[in-house]
Nanobody, 125 residues
Framework: QVQLAESGGGSVQAGGSLTLSCAAS????????MAWFRQAPGKEREGVAF???????SYADSVKGRFTLSKGNAKNTLFLRMNSLKPEDPAIYYC???????????????????WGQGTQVTVSS
């Protein structure tokens, strides 16, 4: 049974930084496709950053140049470094994982099979 656990959310001032972590357990294979999504109150869940099984990454235009996705040394761990946080970034941030290895980026929430509980990010101006 695959489980994803996020950590690292919190409250920062605009312009500040946070690093979110996602620990995935239960996968039998290394490097499943994974992603970070976020959902603000009253809004749809939107993709933030994506990585496929080959290590290719992609970012939403709204976070390009500010957010960086990286893999951890432990099996199937994922980090999202968020710099220069803006008042429009607050949301619950979710880690997502695909069931099968994929060498093309999965971009939609419906593409992912496993989800974490989410971690809250708050930005004060």
């Amino acid at each position: 049974q695959v489980q994803l656990a996020e950590s690292g959310g919190g409250s920062v001032q605009a312009g500040g930084s946070l690093t979110l972590s996602c620990a995935a357990s239960g996968y039998t294979a290394n490097n499943p496709p994974m992603a970070w999504f976020r959902q603000a109150p009253g809004k749809e869940r939107e993709g933030v950053a994506f990585i496929d099984s080959g290590g290719s990454t992609s970012y939403a235009d709204s976070v390009k140049g500010r957010f960086t996705l990286s893999k951890g040394n432990a099996k199937n761990t994922l980090f999202l470094r968020m710099n220069s946080l803006k008042p429009e970034d607050p949301a619950i941030y979710y880690c997502a994982g695909g069931r099968f290895l994929r060498w093309s980026l999965l971009l939609r929430p419906a593409d992912f099979d496993y989800w974490g509980q989410g971690t809250q990010v708050t930005v004060s101006s």
